[in-house]
C-alpha cells in the first residue's frame, strides 16, 4: 500500500504546505493521476453547450400544447354554448346552470323567459348566459 489519503491530522507541524484532496505517498508527496482523454489526437475538447436549437423546439412545443390544453378547450366550450344559446326557440326545454328546467316562452336580446310551473303559469326571467342545456335539442 504506497498510497493513502490524509483524512485529518493532530500536530500542526506536521500538516501539510496545502490541504488537498489528492492521495498521498508514504514519504509525504501527494501523487497525481494524469488521465489521458479518450480523443488523443490533440484536438481540443469542447464543452458542452447547456442550451442549443434543439432545447428551443422542446420549448416550442411545450407552448403549443399549453395554448392547446389551457386556451383552446374553454373556447371552443364558450362558442357552442353561445351557438346552442343562439339557436333556442319557443317552446324549448331548458335548464339552467342552477339546475331550474323550464319552457322557453319569450327570448329578448339576453334575456329569456322560462315557464317553470304549469299549473300555476309561473314565469322567470333568466340571462342567456344562465341557460346551461337544450334538453329538446339532446333527445334528438
Not at 490533440?42 to 464543452?47: I, Q, Y
Not at 420549448?59 to 403549443?64: C, D, E, H, K, S
Not at 374553454?74 to 328546467?101: E, S, Y
Given at each position: 500500500?504506497?498510497?493513502?489519503?490524509?483524512?485529518?491530522?493532530?500536530?500542526?507541524?506536521?500538516?501539510?504546505?496545502?490541504?488537498?484532496?489528492?492521495?498521498?505517498?508514504?514519504?509525504?508527496?501527494?501523487?497525481?493521476?494524469?488521465?489521458?482523454?479518450?480523443?488523443?489526437?490533440?484536438?481540443?475538447?469542447?464543452?458542452?453547450?447547456?442550451?442549443?436549437?434543439?432545447?428551443?423546439?422542446?420549448?416550442?412545443?411545450?407552448?403549443?400544447?399549453?395554448?392547446?390544453?389551457?386556451?383552446?378547450?374553454?373556447?371552443?366550450?364558450?362558442?357552442?354554448?353561445?351557438?346552442?344559446?343562439?339557436?333556442?326557440?319557443?317552446?324549448?326545454?331548458?335548464?339552467?346552470?342552477?339546475?331550474?328546467?323550464?319552457?322557453?316562452?319569450?327570448?329578448?336580446?339576453?334575456?329569456?323567459?322560462?315557464?317553470?310551473?304549469?299549473?300555476?303559469?309561473?314565469?322567470?326571467?333568466?340571462?342567456?348566459?344562465?341557460?346551461?342545456?337544450?334538453?329538446?335539442?339532446d333527445k334528438d
Amino acid at each position: 500500500m504506497d498510497n493513502f489519503w490524509i483524512i485529518a491530522q493532530a500536530d500542526a507541524n506536521q500538516a501539510p504546505s496545502r490541504i488537498s484532496s489528492e492521495p498521498v505517498a508514504a514519504d509525504g508527496e501527494t501523487t497525481t493521476t494524469v488521465v489521458q482523454d479518450a480523443n488523443a489526437t490533440g484536438t481540443p475538447v469542447r464543452p458542452r453547450r447547456p442550451f442549443g436549437p434543439t432545447n428551443f423546439i422542446f420549448i416550442g412545443l411545450m407552448l403549443v400544447v399549453m395554448y392547446m390544453l389551457l386556451f383552446r378547450g374553454p373556447r371552443k366550450k364558450q362558442q357552442q354554448h353561445k351557438q346552442m344559446v343562439q339557436a333556442l326557440q319557443k317552446n324549448d326545454r331548458v335548464r339552467t346552470i342552477g339546475g331550474i328546467i323550464g319552457t322557453v316562452v319569450d327570448i329578448k336580446g339576453d334575456e329569456v323567459t322560462l315557464k317553470v310551473d304549469e299549473s300555476t303559469n309561473t314565469k322567470i326571467r333568466v340571462a342567456s348566459s344562465a341557460i346551461g342545456r337544450n334538453m329538446s335539442k339532446d333527445k334528438d
